[in-house]
């Protein structure tokens, strides 16, 4: 895990978590990516963040290598690709972090931090947690990871499986810190946001009894995990194209959405999590 302290560019910006992007693949949406670099680059206080899984990095001697979904053969190249296609918007970086694709290969070195070298950027390990400032003042936490889960849910009902994979995202990670309004990770490639609950409760008054709604907090030593904002920020990997085969097809996986979630801060206040699709 690392610590970072970012001073954000205005109280009123936004920040956009990327994720999964598995650079190499034949199964790698490019025009998404370019679609994410594009919306980062059309606002000047956009800035933003990588979860890990930058690159395919499965190797021939993987059970998931398959010729055909390989189109840069090995990491190494991968990687250089990979701080070619970013570099453009380095300079809006947070920090990047390190995926489970790339943790495979630990006996060829950190890949994820050559990737953060190369484009000056902070590396901030598997896990890491980001203190945001302006004009050096805190506004508010997040907890970010690549993280280690699958979100599924075996429900008849589509809008039951969503809340069932909401209800799972926020379970997995509302115990990792207890100080972070934020709480986002990747891995699972999907596109999925948890708001905070809007908790009706009642209080007493001389008047009498007196209804209040739970809001959002965004700093203390401990934030209710009912106040926090979860996400999992999607990804760019497509499960289906013409004349291969990957092996999210072969494991019988449901499609996803592509993209990314972006964080809306207005005033220095966490306001939204929106699903861009790519």
């Known amino acids: 895990m690392q610590r970072i302290v970012y001073e954000l560019p205005s109280p009123d910006c936004e920040i956009v978590a990327l994720t999964d992007t598995h650079i190499g ?6 025009k998404g990516i370019d679609r994410a670099k594009q ?3 059309d606002d000047p206080y956009r800035v933003w963040l990588h979860l890990g899984d930058w690159i395919g990095a499965i190797t021939s001697d993987d059970p998931r290598w398959d010729y055909d979904t390989v189109k840069i053969p090995t990491p190494i190249e991968q990687a250089k690709y990979a701080i070619k296609k970013f570099k453009p918007i380095a300079k809006r970086a947070l920090v990047g972090l390190q995926g489970n694709h790339e943790r495979r290969l630990h006996r060829f070195g950190d890949i994820t931090k050559e990737i953060c070298d190369g484009l000056k950027i902070p590396y901030g390990t598997y896990s890491c947690r980001i203190i945001f400032t302006h004009k050096k003042k805190t506004l508010f936490k ?3 990871t690549h993280g280690n889960l699958r979100l599924t849910s075996n429900a008849k009902d589509w809008e039951q499986r969503q809340a069932n994979m909401r209800a799972t995202l926020k379970m997995r990670l509302q115990g990792k810190m207890g100080d972070c309004a934020v709480m986002v990770c990747g891995d699972a490639h999907k596109l999925l946001t948890v708001p905070p609950s809007n908790i009706l409760y009642l209080s007493d008054g001389e008047g009498g009894v007196k209804q209040h709604y739970l809001k959002g907090a965004q700093s203390g030593e401990y934030i209710d995990p009912n106040q926090r904002w979860y996400a999992c920020c999607g990804s760019f990997e497509r499960l289906a194209v013409d004349g291969v085969s990957g092996y999210a097809e ?13 964080i809306v801060i207005r005033g220095g206040v966490i306001q939204e999590l929106k699903e861009v699709e790519a």
């Not at 693949?25 to 490019?30: A, K, Q, V, Y």
């Not at 996986?253 to 993209?259: N, T, W, Y």
Request: charged share 10%.
């Open 25 to 30: 693949g034949t199964l790698c949406h490019n």
């Open 142 to 144: 997040m907890y970010a």
């Open 39 to 41: 919306y980062i680059m």
């Open 250 to 262: 072969r494991a019988m996986l449901d499609p996803v959405r592509l993209g990314f979630v972006s």
